[in-house]
């Protein structure tokens, strides 16, 4: 299991460098972040202590601290990715207001203090293989009333559905619903499982469900390059907002949004 950590670390930390312009240039990726922040808006308070597990290089929780003036904490297992989201609060002068803990999710403890506010964002949960024991050491770190948010790779693509059975290629879909895969990430591959709905509500069972919707629905991020007109990838993005605020699309996405609350 430790390789497995050590892998992740040496894997994110070569990306951290070129992981924004990556993530940036896909059309969906920026609709899916857009709306994750809209969702970290709409639950957060002025003055909470916040915690984002899995920062990456810090691009969700500079653009956080920007708009609400909170500190935020970020646990992180790539050494690579701290520094470079420690060097991108620097250059925002927000570095007074970020601190980065290194250590895998389930280790949430170790940081010594509790929380208001917990979320993590882009699939961080699909590479923890103990995720479980995170969601427990979430539990008992979140103050009472503490909301709980993120986002998680899921087993069906509405889209993606579609689209390789029109091909008759059903075979592509079967990595969602694999005990185990493999996603890229900038050149090399990690392992990875992705989580149903109802997987989720059961590792999660001691939290309320507050809300659930789907991002990208229509379009996987991976296919975003088959896109290449703007008029089309302005149509999708709007098209893809209003559908992930419909309740019955809520368990279709590439990714699901999570909002629990401990009650």
Known sequence: MEEYYETLDKVFSEASNIYDKKILSNFVNVNIRSLEMQTLLKYSKSKESILEIGCGTGEEAKRFILKTGNR???????????DFAISK????GVLDKFTAVKGPSYEIKSIG???????????????????REAAEAIYDTLNNEGILIFSIRNR???GEIILYSILGREEKVKDRISEETYVEVVGNKIKSKYYSPDEILKIF????????????????PYLAEKVPSSI?????????????????????GDEVLYVFKKS
């Open 205 to 220: 069972e001691k939290f309320k469900l507050v809300e659930k919707k789907s991002l990208a629905i229509i379009l996987p």
């Open 89 to 92: 609060m620097t250059k925002s």
């Open 113 to 131: 203090h509790t929380f208001d506010l917990i979320y993590s964002f882009n699939g961080a949960f699909n590479t923890e293989p103990r995720i």
């Open 156 to 158: 069906k693509c509405l």
């Open 232 to 252: 089309w990838r302005r149509l999708l993005t709007l098209l893809e907002t209003v559908l992930s605020s419909i309740p019955i699309f809520s368990s279709y």
């Open 72 to 82: 935020v904490t970020c646990l992180e297992i790539s050494s690579g990715m701290i």
